[in-house]
């Protein structure tokens, strides 16, 4: 189980999606207006988030770039909005990065730079960022140049 911080404590559980289960997160990120044009690409890695009686709550993903992991793909469904799941998934997914042996964890955001800022992701310049990150699709064209990079040290 994972809590969330620092709304009270939420209890979430997390299942690895396949490539084939990949229609509703990719229909969830639409709403939001979130890119979706990668996600069937090997090598990421997304989970569905579910509350205790099996209700679908979210989804996030990352994509191991090394010691480096970038963070994506994190929505919460609208009608559990407000009440500490998207910071409940942060932190699985934080965990998730450490145990792919990750010391940093960066992510690319417009407008979310607050939310990120309450679990210790700061800005970083993009010209600073390693280029693993930076080759990604996300970093390098599905997210605009506007949009703010932030990385957080996991050890």
């Known amino acids: 189980m994972v809590q969330a911080v620092p709304h009270k404590p939420v209890a979430l559980e997390q299942y690895p999606l396949r490539p084939g289960e990949r229609l509703a997160l990719k ?34 993903g990352l994509e191991i770039h090394g010691d480096r992991a970038l963070l994506r793909s994190l929505v919460t469904l609208p009608p559990v909005r407000g009440r500490g799941i998207g910071s409940a998934i942060v932190v699985a997914l934080e965990a998730e990065a450490a145990l792919h042996h990750c010391r940093s964890v960066f992510v690319i955001t417009q407008g979310q730079g607050g939310f990120f800022g309450r679990f210790g992701y ?34």
């Open 27 to 60: 229909a969830a990120l639409t709403k939001v207006g979130l890119p979706t044009e990668d996600i069937e690409v090997p090598g990421r890695l997304f989970w569905r988030f579910e509350m205790a009686d099996q209700i679908p709550v979210g989804f996030g």
């Open 122 to 155: 700061v800005p970083c310049d993009r010209a600073a960022v390693p280029e693993a990150i930076r080759a990604t699709r996300q970093f390098a064209d599905l997210c605009p140049q506007s949009a703010e990079v932030l990385v957080k040290r996991l050890d």
